[in-house]
């Protein structure tokens, strides 16, 4: 009972504490336990229904806007949700397709990586980093971080890569492949040891975590380097035997270091590649006369490479004014619905468009597009120039106030606040955009049109952050109302939701002919999140005085996951070295079929129909008998 203070008051109790606390702790979702006239009480009071948020308050539009009063109503509206969500995935679609994808070419081609290594780092960073980041902004909430990120990464690995072998079949990296996923099932078992071995995790293993990621990506740099250098040496004796007398000797010679040669020249650089037309992919791909050879035969593809100077240089033409058709492109770069496709569309193309048509326009009014397959680049001069200014500014903004906003309102309240910060950054942007007006033509980019790939990346990574988050926000608004157990989302609808990002770039990259580093970074892409991203939320979990155990990270899903992972990782081994690495479709439905069986394993788990692969709780005496 609580102790009497000297004035006649109560001295609070922990009783009295944890109602004082209840609106700051308690879970937004519960209010589905709550009857409907109800709710909306409940909502405005519980600080989790706006820290949740990401841009719609779906549970206050439910409860009190939309005033929702059955469950008729509830699903209705749920329908409505779902619409919405199609509507964010097509706008992550588009995202990735025409601005975040060429932007990683060009910055690929730059850092003179090859496929591989932009597949490990570029693409697998830009993948997880927006995850890394909300799970960091949640470590205080009680999830099992451990079961999500393995699940995640079984759909990364397993049916994204099985995707991306369906798509395109191609002939893979070898030494890279491996290595790749020995370097996975090491970091997999690894994390696993340290959470079971005593049962919590202390700083220092989640140091060697973080080691062992640093020391696969130092081991992939340098494979490259090496490569290189004997590339290098194998262009001196190829030009050493050359000068000497061909006999057949030295004709053996030779052809052996060519077809070396040859071999490493294939994964040496990034080119950039004509995007595939459909008709024409689909006869040099998978011809229709062969049905019986389509999922099982070495497919191969007619690699087109661009020349960059000619796609820059196709409307150069010095007798006309620098401002020549400025106005003009400007509109026709704004412009969401193409008239030519309008014309040729039926009803339901043009619903598509005009469905399409709100994500093309905010793309395009906030991202710079560089791609060097498309006439200019991509360069319209006014709408460049207002981006210089205009993408920072926003960036600036918005993310001032996501940091700042407080618990007790909604973050895009703070805006009032922070868009003092778009305005400094402006200080510095506008003289910039105005010099790059002065100084560059309509009809061809300027020379430091490369440096707008880093407003493209950053617009990029966030819009598909905010739509990949508000669609997972969103089933599990859906989820928790139909009453699913927040475990076994945590490990099917929103380890795929999270997972939303790297499906899409992988699948465009491995369509417009980027195989080996869509693969890569299916692999690479997982590892960076099992390992780096998950011992940087233990990390910051322990920080901050949490203990973090095995029970609470495992779950009930947590042990299938990690052996499905495993044997999903192994089993693409071992097809890999059985087929000489040449990736086919049979492969890719094979590894689907790996995460379908997950799938199917975690229902039944959750239906009660057969026991999960964890460990049944201890059940301790809640009595001293002694």
């Known amino acids: 009972m609580s102790d009497q203070l000297d004035g006649g008051e109560q001295e609070p109790n922990a009783m009295d504490r944890e109602f004082d606390e209840f609106w700051d702790k308690v879970s937004c979702y519960v209010v589905a336990n709550f009857p409907y006239d109800e709710r909306c009480d409940f909502v405005l009071n519980a600080t989790n229904c706006i820290t949740e948020t990401i841009f719609v308050p779906y549970m206050r539009m439910l409860a009190c806007d939309l005033k929702c009063r059955n469950q008729f109503q509830e699903l209705v509206y749920l329908t409505l949700f779902v619409a919405f969500c199609l509507q964010l995935l097509m706008c992550l679609t588009h995202v990735v397709d025409m601005y975040y994808s060429p932007a990683l070419k060009v910055i690929s081609q730059m850092l003179h990586m090859n496929e591989h290594l932009a597949g490990v780092t570029l693409l697998a960073f830009a993948n997880t980093s927006p995850d890394l980041a909300a799970n960091l902004a949640a470590i205080k909430e009680e999830v099992p971080v451990f079961a999500n990120s393995l699940a995640m990464a079984l759909f990364v690995s397993m049916f994204t890569g099985g995707m991306i072998c369906y798509i395109s079949p191609f002939k893979m990296n070898t030494h890279g492949t491996v290595r790749d996923i020995l370097f996975f099932i090491l970091g997999v078992a690894l994390l696993e040891y340290v959470m079971v071995s005593h049962g919590a995790v202390t700083m220092n293993e989640c140091f060697l975590l973080v080691m062992v990621y640093i020391s696969y990506i130092v081991v992939n740099i340098l494979d490259v380097y090496l490569m290189r250098k004997a590339m290098i040496t194998l262009e001196h004796q190829m030009a050493e035997l050359r000068d000497q007398p061909l006999t057949l000797e030295v004709r053996r010679k030779l052809e052996k270091l060519q077809e070396q040669y040859s071999e490493y020249a294939e994964d040496a650089t990034v080119e950039i590649l004509e995007r595939p037309d459909s008709k024409v992919r689909d006869s040099i791909v998978h011809p229709l006369s062969d049905k019986l050879s389509f999922a099982t035969k070495r497919a191969s593809r007619v690699r087109l490479s661009v020349n960059p100077q000619a796609t820059r240089n196709v409307f150069y033409n010095l007798t006309a004014g620098r401002n020549h058709g400025l106005l003009m492109d400007f509109f026709k770069t704004l412009n969401p619905i193409d008239a030519e496709e309008w014309r040729e569309n039926n009803m339901f193309g043009r619903a598509f468009q005009l469905a399409m048509a709100p994500a093309k326009f905010l793309c395009a009014a906030y991202i710079p597009l560089v791609d060097h397959e498309m006439e200019k680049h991509g360069w319209s001069k006014l709408l460049n120039c207002i981006h210089t200014f ?43 955009a105005l010099a790059v007006f002065v100084h560059s033509r309509s009809d061809v980019p300027p020379v430091y049109h490369w440096l707008y790939t880093i407003m493209n990346l950053t617009g990029s990574t966030f819009l598909i952050f905010v739509c990949a988050s508000e669609i997972d926000k969103l089933l599990g608004v859906v989820g928790n109302i139909l009453n699913i157990d927040e475990d076994f989302m945590g490990v099917t609808v929103n380890a795929i939701t999270q997972a939303l990002g790297d499906l899409v770039a992988n699948t465009a990259m491995a369509y417009q002919g980027y195989e080996k580093m869509a693969y890569a970074a299916a692999i690479g892409g997982p590892f960076f999140n099992v390992l780096l991203a998950t011992g940087a939320v233990m990390y910051a979990k322990l920080k901050i005085g949490m203990e973090v155990t095995i029970q609470e990270q495992t779950g009930q899903y947590g042990t299938n996951a990690y052996i499905f992972l495993n044997l999903g990782l192994f089993a693409t081994l071992l097809w890999t070295s059985t087929l000489d690495f040449f990736a086919r479709r049979s492969m890719g439905v094979f590894s689907m079929g790996i995460y379908f069986l997950f799938l199917v394993f975690a229902t039944l788990t959750h239906q009660n129909v057969i026991h999960s692969f964890a460990d049944d709780p201890t059940v301790e005496p809640s009595l001293d008998l002694d």
């Not at 407080?406 to 510095?428: H, P, Q, R």
């Open 390 to 432: 205009l993408n920072p500014a926003i960036t600036i903004v918005v993310s001032m106030a996501l940091l700042s906003s407080d618990k007790k309102k909604l973050w895009y309240w703070e805006l009032g606040n922070t868009y003092i910060y778009g305005f400094y950054s402006c200080a510095v942007t506008v003289p910039v």
